[in-house]
């Protein structure tokens, strides 16, 4: 089956840029959305098609690719971004899957 | 205010069943594909199934594993989702999130709702 491989954990200072990654053989022929998780609550749509962002999203947040691998950068992390983060994709099929999520650390 | 509204988890056995529903509200829910996620206590995201839109004859998508076990509909005049869950596991024990697909790409779900608890437990 297909599957999604991001980093258990990123840790980053206030003010710093976060990089998470995400990758999957299926990538770049599959679009990848990303999704912010905090605490208690559900998850929120934070970058779709790779590397654009839904309105309301701040702009400190940033979607690239580069071959199979697709990273969700964050600028000037802020303490309120300490969450999970999960990437999604399909596969042929338009089974959708879900990465493990990341969880981002601010220190 | 778009809105999604879920309703039915609770307590049940092992072997048993459930159904969930998803009320929507604040747009045009034909329109829109409509999912299930899920979410194990401490663990990630899950998606559950799919179903399409009257466009697109309704089809409906499930992941493998919960395929031959879950069934998922739609009504359009109710604005509802559900999810009719059988054969239960204690590892379908979850948090289960109604979503949207949104208009501007398929699989981006940008309206969720705050979840229902299905807990499987003798």
């Known amino acids: 089956s297909y599957e999604l491989t991001q980093p258990p954990s990123v840790s980053v200072s206030p003010g710093q840029t976060a990089r998470i990654t995400c990758s999957g053989d299926?990538?770049?022929?599959?679009?990848v959305y990303w999704y912010q998780q905090k605490p208690g609550q559900a998850p929120v749509l934070i970058i779709y098609?790779?590397?654009e962002r839904p309105s309301g999203i701040p702009e400190r947040f940033s979607g690239s690719i580069s071959g199979t691998t697709v990273t969700l950068t964050i600028n000037g992390v802020q303490a309120e971004d300490e969450a999970d983060y999960y990437c999604q994709s399909a596969d042929n099929s338009a089974t959708v899957v879900f990465g493990g999520g990341t969880k981002l650390t601010v220190l | 205010e778009v809105q999604l509204v879920e309703s039915g988890g609770g307590l049940v056995q092992p072997g048993g069943s459930l159904r969930l529903s998803c009320v929507a509200s604040?747009?045009?829910?034909?329109?829109?594909?409509m999912d299930w996620v899920r979410q194990a206590p401490g663990k990630g995201l899950e998606w559950v199934g799919r179903?399409?839109?009257?466009?697109?004859?309704?089809?409906?998508e499930y992941a493998a594993s919960v395929k031959g076990r879950f069934i998922i509909s739609r009504d359009d005049s109710k604005n509802s989702l559900y999810l009719q869950m059988k054969s239960l596991k204690t590892e379908d024990t979850a948090m289960y999130y109604c979503?949207?697909?949104?208009?501007?790409?398929?699989?981006?779900?940008?309206?969720w709702g705050q979840g229902t608890v299905v807990t499987v437990s003798s």
């Open positions: 979503t949207r697909d949104s208009d501007y790409a398929e699989h981006a779900f940008d309206i």
């Open positions: 299926a990538l770049p022929k599959q679009y």
């Open positions: 604040g747009f045009i829910f034909s329109d829109h594909y």
């Open positions: 179903a399409r839109n009257k466009v697109n004859s309704y089809t409906i």
């Open positions: 098609k790779d590397t």
